[in-house]
T-cell receptor
């Protein structure tokens, strides 16, 4: 089974609008972390936001927020007030406990295009 | 100061050649990784090292050999390069404990085998 599933290969959003990028995950480990990364066309991987499995509140970092629904095993990224510079690939990732070798599991990514 | 630096950024080489990609991190992290990103942008773990010890060795051809001389370095050597090895290779590092310990990535090495 896939550890991380991103079902939206591509998304479009109007500038200044909000957009939600979907991510579901699969784990039986009670302790895990969820991460979102941005990869612009220049290729670098930029960390955006983190949510811990025990965190009671949804994480927020500036215009980024994470809609964490633990029972549904979803960790959707919400980008508010989209900007042209938000056009990029977005990856959801999960990290479990040490038994899995500390690795980060990545989803297949969502390509976001912001339309002026 | 670059946190995770990998060199070279671009590598074009002929089939059958041997090449190396170097990676260094100055963050004091104890875990380092190599990921391969294919043309569809999928990121696949290749290797994970913790304190210079190999922790993960995914199903990767044995033509790929990682070497970690110390905690701050994880190099990737590839023998007998094949066309299918063309991809972007990312080095990354993190702390081992679960928590807000995101992975920091190098800039990537775009390998093209001709």
């Amino acid at each position: 089974a896939q550890k991380i599933t991103q079902t939206q290969p591509g998304m479009f959003v109007q500038e200044k609008e909000a957009v939600t990028l979907d991510c579901t995950y699969d784990t039986s480990d009670p302790s895990y972390g969820l991460f979102w990364y941005k990869q612009p066309s220049s290729g670098e991987m930029i960390f955006l936001i983190y949510q811990g499995s025990y965190d009671q509140q949804n994480a927020t970092e500036g215009r980024y927020s994470l809609n964490f629904q633990k029972a549904r095993k979803s960790a959707n990224l919400v980008i508010s007030a989209s900007q042209l510079g938000d056009s990029a690939m977005y990856f959801c990732a999960m990290r479990e406990g040490p038994n899995t070798g500390n690795q980060f599991y990545f989803g297949t990514g969502t390509s976001l295009t912001v339309i002026p | 100061d670059t946190a995770v630096s990998q060199t070279p950024k671009y590598l074009v080489t002929q089939m059958g050649n041997d090449k190396s990609i170097k990676c260094e991190q100055n963050l004091g992290h104890d875990t380092m990784y190599w990921y391969k990103q294919d043309s569809k942008k999928f990121l696949k773990i290749m290797f994970s090292y913790n304190n210079k010890e190999l922790i993960i060795n995914e199903t990767v051809p044995n033509r790929f050999s990682p070497k970690s001389p110390d905690k701050a370095h994880l190099n990737l050597h590839i023998n007998s390069l094949e066309l299918g090895d063309s991809a972007v290779y990312f080095c990354a590092s993190s702390q081992s404990e679960v928590g807000r310990t995101e992975a920091f990535f190098g800039q990537g090495t775009r390998l093209t085998v001709v």
